[in-house]
């Protein structure tokens, strides 16, 4: 169907442009990354379902959450990797660049979601300690988990068809080193302007509508850590929430400048540096930054470091 619709039958990849060296030593660090990226969140899906101390809903949805940053970077490093060691300009085929803009803004989306969810499982954490069972139970976060799956990938079809949908009869190349959004809007002869006005509504909806919950619950937390009379006591709640808290600063700053504006084609640069901070550098961030202000994390891994260590020398 697209075909109908589409001049391109398949698009290039600038990528990262300056000598086959530099993009050698970008291809080299940015393997590492993705290998460290894969690793860490791989643990931390490995420890929360095989340890009976992480059986609760803060680590379910950490579990889900290393999901969909795997989910994310996959969506996007091996293209960009692949890209970075051939000599001339990538090429990616029409289906190729729609599956991969689909996944990458539909995990978007159920991730951001899924931040939200986490925050109010903070607040009811600090703020409800005594019914927290009660509310947050294993039918509750699944059924929470299932809806903003769902949620994200139906939310993204209308965009990605809109898309796809536009002749692209000014050229085929796109500046960037995955299928950019913003950069398939500027290839196209048609008139956008309407198009991108519908996308930066829909970006507002995601992004707003999981920031609100996010920020009401931590503007509860806040009030009721400040009300705790021991420090020892403060230090304690704010732990449990300072890592997603961190996360959701990180995520929500690079996608605000990255989706919430009303011209989409705006600066291959500009959109290629922030393309980065969410593909990559979020993604690899995320296991350290559960796992380094986490005690029961750091917990658990300390002692299945202490059983492999047991293991090998027996």
């Not at 291809?27 to 420890?47: D, E, P, Q, R």
């Not at 969506?75 to 060691?85: A, E, Q, Y």
């Not at 995520?251 to 291959?268: E, I, N, R």
């Amino acid at each position: 169907m697209l075909g109908n619709y589409s001049s391109a039958t398949e698009f290039s990849l600038l990528g990262f442009p300056g000598s086959q060296q530099l993009r050698h030593t970008l291809f080299a660090t940015f393997l590492l990354l993705y290998s460290v990226t894969l690793m860490g969140n791989s643990v931390i899906i490995l420890i929360v379902c095989v340890d009976k101390r992480l059986k609760s809903p803060m680590y379910f949805f950490l579990g889900h959450l290393s999901v969909m940053e795997m989910m994310t970077t996959t969506t996007i490093m091996p293209v960009m990797l692949w890209g970075l060691l051939l000599p001339g300009v990538q090429t990616i085929s029409l289906a190729g660049c729609v599956a991969q803009l689909f996944l990458y803004l539909s995990v978007g989306t159920a991730e951001f979601s899924l931040l939200a969810v986490m925050a109010v499982d903070r607040y009811v954490a600090v703020c409800n300690p005594l019914r927290y069972n009660i509310i947050m139970n294993s039918c509750t976060c699944t059924s929470l988990v299932v809806v903003l799956w769902v949620f994200g990938f139906l939310f993204e079809i209308w965009p990605v068809y809109a898309t796809f949908q536009l002749t692209y009869c000014k050229s085929n190349v796109v500046n960037n080193f995955f299928c950019d959004r913003g950069q398939l809007l500027k290839l196209s002869c048609d008139n956008t302007l309407f198009t991108e006005f519908i996308l930066f509504l829909m970006a507002v909806f995601v992004l707003v509508g999981s920031l609100i919950p996010t920020i009401t619950s931590y503007t509860y937390i806040i009030a009721t850590i400040l009300r705790i009379p021991s420090a020892s006591g403060r230090r304690k709640a704010f732990s449990t929430c300072a890592s997603h808290f961190t996360c959701v600063v990180i995520g929500y700053g690079s996608c605000f400048f990255l989706y919430v504006k009303p011209k989409q084609t705006q600066a291959a640069d500009y959109n290629r540096i922030v393309s980065l901070m969410v593909s990559v550098v979020t993604p690899f961030l995320n296991p350290f930054i559960f796992t380094l202000r986490n005690d029961k994390v750091l917990e658990v891994l300390r002692d299945g470091l202490k059983r492999s260590c047991h293991l090998l020398r027996n």
